[in-house]
């Protein structure tokens, strides 16, 4: 058992680089354990995880997994596990909020700079701060009680890329707020991967009950409510 998971299993909160670091370190294994490129593993663990959160079964879940055998699939396990960590560090349920931040924009960035997936789509996502300063600077927070579950507020990106925008936009707003289903989030994007990315970072934060991310194909119409 390596440094970090001693530490996750202590109940050690990881830094940010450490959270990155070890769903790279995993996403590498799980790519050699099944033969697949980087990009191929990383497609695979979004798939797993936005799955696996919404609770499919084992049936369901397999025609996605093919590829995947079970050293590989252990590792995109254990790697979602520690981006849930990073999310929930005071844990799941109750009145816990999360620790809202991208943290598979970085990886993705990260997984296609390497070998034949070098340079996906001419991928780069804005940072997380740039992403946190924009939605301050857009976001009116001076009244929110005109905003219900009848009627929420509606924040629509679209070029979502990894979802960063979307989850700024619920990071600056008060928790409860949020929780109360008063913040309704949509995103599109011209690769159907980026919009998997992004539900999957929306559902570690608790921000996604049905999916409102799809594939881009122009011309395209507004995504609809």
Known sequence: MGSRARRRKAGVVLTEEEVQRDVLERLDRAAGFGG???????AAFVTLGELGIRGVSADELAP???????AAGQELLAAL???IGAAWPRGLGGSQTP????????????VSSRGADRGHNGQFFSPWEICVTLARTTIDTGDLRR????????VYDPACGSGGMLLAAASVLPPAFVRAGRLSLYGQDL???CCATTR???????LLSRPHTRPMTPPSPPVAA
């Open 64 to 70: 996605h997994m093919r590829r995947v055998n079970d």
């Open 147 to 154: 905003y219900t579950r009848a009627q929420p507020m509606t």
């Open 36 to 42: 697949m490129r980087p990009m191929e593993a990383f």
């Open 191 to 193: 690769d159907p991967l």
């Open 81 to 83: 596990d520690t981006l």
């Open 200 to 206: 999957l970072n929306l559902l570690l934060h608790a």
């Open 99 to 110: 620790e809202i931040r991208d943290r598979l924009g970085p990886v993705f960035m990260a």
